[in-house]
């Protein structure tokens, strides 16, 4: 099946810095991804659709010059966290769709102190 | 508004024995139904997915789910636990209400197999 790569797999970063996440589809071509964030023991909550070429779509109450996102290829894409603070610690996933079913990246651990 | 809910928040079943999570849905139209899976910090993992034809839907791992229209439900089974099934499981319904293709998420419930 189709694989989505996400980097880094868990970081922590100090409040106030701002932390790049990427999403990579390995062996296909991704024009749409998706964004979610997960709390603990929580569902996935749908932040964004990346768009290669265009801007970006945000879900109602997401901040979009806080969390900017990039779709610069059809293989990448980017969430940066701007000026961190820790209740933007989180689990964020992306994944991109295919034919029927969407492909999950792994996911990266945010964690602000 | 399209939703998915899963009623259970927890599921404890003794290794062996036969399992279901529940989960139903609201959507407007006909629905694209899925279940996932997702170990402690780790991506989802996809198991199965229905989106026409036989209400039996099989799945990796030995899991199957089936498709009640009329109760507006796709529950997850298993014949025969196991202990390594122990995670959190997410029902999801795809937004047709939107082109993107997102996918709508229950808020998942927890699989213990105890031994």
């Known amino acids: 099946g189709a694989v989505v790569s996400q980097h880094p797999s868990w970081v922590i970063c100090k409040s106030g810095t701002s932390v790049k996440i990427e999403c990579r589809s390995l062996?296909?071509?991704?024009?749409?991804m998706f964004w979610y964030r997960q709390f603990p023991k929580q569902s996935l909550m749908l932040m964004a659709t990346?768009?290669?070429?265009?801007?970006?779509?945000?879900e109602q109450g997401v901040e979009k010059d806080k969390f900017l996102i990039n779709h610069a290829s059809l293989t990448l894409s980017t969430l940066t966290v701007t000026s961190a603070h820790p209740e933007d610690s989180s689990f964020y996933i992306c994944?991109?769709?295919?034919?029927?079913?969407?492909?999950f990246g792994p996911g990266t651990r945010l964690t602000v102190t | 508004a399209q939703s998915v809910a899963q009623p259970e928040d927890q599921v404890n079943v003794a290794e062996g024995n036969p399992l279901t999570v529940k989960c139903t849905y609201s959507v407007s139209g006909n629905p694209y139904l899925f279940w996932y899976v997702q170990y402690p910090n780790r991506g989802l993992q996809f198991l199965l997915k229905y989106i026409t034809g036989d209400n039996l839907v099989k799945g990796s791992y030995g899991f199957e789910a089936e498709f009640n229209k009329s109760q507006t439900s796709f529950h997850l089974k298993k014949p025969s636990a196991l202990v390594s099934d122990s995670a959190l499981y997410f029902c999801?319904?795809?937004?047709?209400?939107?082109?993107?293709?997102?996918?709508?998420f229950g808020k998942g419930t927890k699989l213990s197999v105890k031994p």
């Open positions: 994944s991109a769709p295919g034919l029927s079913e969407q492909y």
């Open positions: 062996d296909f071509q991704a024009t749409t």
């Open positions: 999801a319904v795809r937004d047709i209400e939107r082109s993107q293709g997102n996918l709508i």
């Open positions: 990346s768009n290669e070429g265009s801007k970006a779509t945000y």
